[in-house]
């Protein structure tokens, strides 16, 4: 399953919403999750389930969808969420991520 | 608290074996699959394989099949990922992450990650 995210590169002025899409080549029903990554860090579960936060993750991000669309909304971007946002399929076990979207600085 | 801890960076030549470790702790290990990612420098992330601990079952992507190995030892919580022969192409960093759900056949989100190895091959 192929998973293509977009944009490439989102520019946003701090406290804007952003909204970030994932397309799958086929069906992952809601098995579709969202990871944040920063420069030398470990990428982080913000989102499980399409849309279900994971422990500790700020109410302003949500996800939605199903099927083969997806969207990670930030609400109103602080200056920690500047990163590299990934989806990620888990419909079968062969798991495959989206190329990611970076979320800079306007 | 439930953390995955890797080995440490290592600089090989092309054409050398290598094995790096993903040692769990915190839960109980041989319950959860435990997946390996790669991320070449600047680029994005790459699903390569999982093991469940507790049957040894290794599930690879077809990408990587035959050019990596990855096996558990559950006495000691650990999590292997290894190479017979090196390509320049494998530097990279390589994460070993837990997913967030026990059991199952592997296919779940990765709620806990290792802090990566950084690999590299050169001459």
């Known amino acids: 399953i192929v998973m293509t995210q977009s944009p490439a590169t989102l520019s946003v002025s701090p406290g804007e919403r952003a909204t970030l899409s994932c397309r799958a080549s086929?069906?992952?029903?809601?098995?579709l999750a969202w990871y944040q990554q920063k420069p030398g860090q470990a990428p982080r579960l913000l989102i499980y389930?399409?849309?279900t936060r994971a422990t500790g993750i700020p109410a302003r991000f949500s996800g939605s969808g199903s099927g083969t669309e997806f969207t990670l909304t930030i609400s109103s971007l602080q200056s920690e969420d500047f990163a590299v946002y990934y989806c990620q399929q888990y419909n079968s076990w062969r798991l495959t991520f989206g190329g990611g979207t970076k979320v800079e600085i306007k | 608290e439930v953390q995955l801890v890797q080995s440490g960076a290592e600089v090989k030549k092309p054409g050398e074996s290598l094995k790096i470790s993903c040692k769990g702790s915190g839960y109980r290990f041989s319950n959860y699959w435990i997946g390996w990612v790669r991320q070449v420098s600047g680029k994005g992330l790459e699903w390569m394989g999982i093991i469940y601990p507790g049957d040894s079952d290794t599930r690879y992507s077809p990408s990587f099949q035959g050019q990596v190995t990855i096996s558990a030892d559950k006495s000691i919580t650990t999590a292997y990922l290894q190479w017979s022969s090196l390509k320049a192409s494998d530097t990279a960093i390589y994460y070993c992450?837990?997913?967030?759900?026990?059991?199952?056949?592997?296919?779940?989100?990765?709620?806990?990650w290792g802090q990566g190895t950084m690999v590299t091959v050169s001459s």
């Open positions: 992450a837990r997913p967030t759900g026990g059991g199952g056949n592997g296919a779940d989100a990765f709620d806990i």
């Open positions: 389930g399409a849309s």
């Open positions: 086929q069906s992952v029903s809601s098995n």
